[in-house]
């Protein structure tokens, strides 16, 4: 199976459609059809199985409804790094326990309409784009930002905002997120290493 096994197996962490694709409920080519899948596609790997054929479980990276396809529509994800991700990324839980591989200054602003200012920020970086920034503003509050395969995907929910109202860009290799009313600004060196 080598890289089509559970990433907490050594699995490969995602996946990419090597051709259009449907994502079922069951791994059987009979079962219900939950989406369609496009060439392309960037799919988070839940564990592969032999159910007659190599079906995995997968959803997006960025989340939604989970399902299965057909292991030969895939093929394991290469991250803008250039790496194939394998295992589980640890890095959440290396910045929940404050763990970080660099600390610096980043730009920020808490509210609606505040200067962006300088905020400080620790980053536990995975491989292949994964990374958890944790940034503490000048108040004391810290918000705690995911990445995978070098995009945005996430923020915690706080007492001033459920983490869901949430615009990113990546523009000339830096990272512009706006979470509920803060602003971020990261460059992509933090989330991948200089």
């Not at 057909?70 to 910045?95: E, H, M, N, Y």
């Not at 620790?122 to 509050?141: E, K, L, M, N, W």
């Not at 007492?159 to 997120?177: E, F, P, V």
């Amino acid at each position: 199976m080598g890289l089509f096994k559970d990433p907490e197996d050594g699995g490969a962490r995602r996946f990419e459609t090597v051709a259009a694709t449907i994502l079922r409920s069951q791994p059987s080519e009979d079962a219900g059809i939950i989406a369609d899948v496009p060439l392309g596609a960037v799919l988070a790997n839940l564990g592969c199985r032999e159910e007659g054929a190599l079906w995995c479980e997968v959803r997006s990276f960025r989340g939604g409804p989970r399902g299965f396809v057909l292991a030969s529509d895939l093929r394991p994800a290469v991250a803008p790094d250039g790496t194939i991700p394998t295992g589980l990324d640890d890095s959440d839980k290396r910045a929940r326990r404050g763990r970080f591989d660099v600390r610096g200054d980043v730009p920020c602003a808490q509210e609606r309409g505040d200067p962006m200012g300088p905020c400080r920020a620790g980053i536990a970086r995975g491989t292949g784009g994964d990374a958890t920034v944790v940034v503490t503003f000048p108040s004391g509050f810290a918000r705690r930002l995911t990445f995978r395969n070098g995009e945005f995907v996430l923020a915690d929910t706080t007492m001033s905002g459920n983490g869901t109202d949430i615009d990113w860009r990546l523009t000339k290799g830096r990272h512009a997120i706006r979470v509920d009313d803060q602003r971020f600004d990261l460059p992509d060196a933090l989330i991948f290493g200089d």
